[in-house]
Nanobody, 128 residues
Framework: QIKLIESGGGSVQAGDSLRLSCEAPGGTSIYFGLHMGWFRQAQGKEREFVAAISYSGRSTTYADSVQGRFTLSRDNAKNTMYLQMDSLKPEDTAVYYC???????????????????WGQGTQVTVSS
């Protein structure tokens, strides 16, 4: 298991922005080859996929609900992935979880990081 640490959550108003970070501490050997993604779970609902980015950064995929509002990036020199969330809506309120998985990209996406490592989550609350 790889340790993943999320940060950047908070409480904002609808239309505001937040940037979440997910760091994989422990050096290059831990981070190398790690595809990463974000999931979220609202109270009383199942966890859902938000977005994912390949280790190289060349491939990204987003849920329809966040396409055009959320943007993924990563800085491999800092072992960190970022999720820029703009035009936030109350329905974006959830605990956001970071995931990391080294399997083939297609396998990671098709299985929703099922064999990967997960962070503890960070709360995002959007008020109307």
């Amino acid at each position: 298991q790889i340790k993943l640490i999320e940060s950047g959550g908070g409480s904002v108003q609808a239309g505001d922005s937040l940037r979440l970070s997910c760091e994989a501490p422990g050096g290059t050997s831990i981070y190398f080859g790690l595809h990463m993604g974000w999931f979220r779970q609202a109270q009383g609902k199942e966890r859902e996929f938000v977005a994912a980015i390949s280790y190289s950064g060349r491939s990204t995929t987003y849920a329809d609900s966040v396409q055009g509002r959320f943007t993924l990036s990563r800085d491999n020199a800092k072992n960190t992935m970022y999720l820029q969330m703009d035009s936030l809506k109350p329905e974006d309120t959830a605990v956001y979880y970071c995931a990391g998985d080294r399997r083939l990209w297609n396998d990671v996406i098709s299985t929703s990081f099922s064999a990967g490592s997960w962070g503890q989550g960070t709360q995002v609350t959007v008020s109307s």
